[in-house]
């Protein structure tokens, strides 16, 4: 695995994470400990995907900004396969 489909996957992990987490937060609202690693990989899968944003192309549209050239078409369509 090359390091942008290594980059992708990590994305991938952290995001399930963060869903794992945030279904919980919503039956335990005032778990402290569950928040702080919520914010915790938050923050991580935000520099990540600005990481990978910058050396590949935005996975996000609020990350497609560029100085030189609209880089948002540059990522491959889903029937093209993952990080083509």
């Avoid at 991938?12 to 928040?35: C, K, M, Q, W």
């Avoid at 990989?41 to 192309?57: G, L």
Wanted: include cysteine; charged fraction near 25%; charge should be negative.
């Amino acid at each position: 695995m090359g390091n942008k489909e290594q980059l992708y996957h990590d994305i991938g992990i952290v995001s399930f994470v963060l869903t794992e987490l945030s279904l919980y937060l919503d039956t335990h609202p005032t778990d402290r400990n569950a928040i702080e690693y919520f914010n915790h990989y938050n923050r991580i899968r935000h520099q990540m995907i600005k990481e990978f944003s910058m050396k590949y192309f935005p996975l996000t549209l609020d990350l497609a900004e560029s100085n030189k050239e609209w880089r948002w078409g540059d990522a491959p369509l889903p029937w093209e396969g993952v990080c083509a």
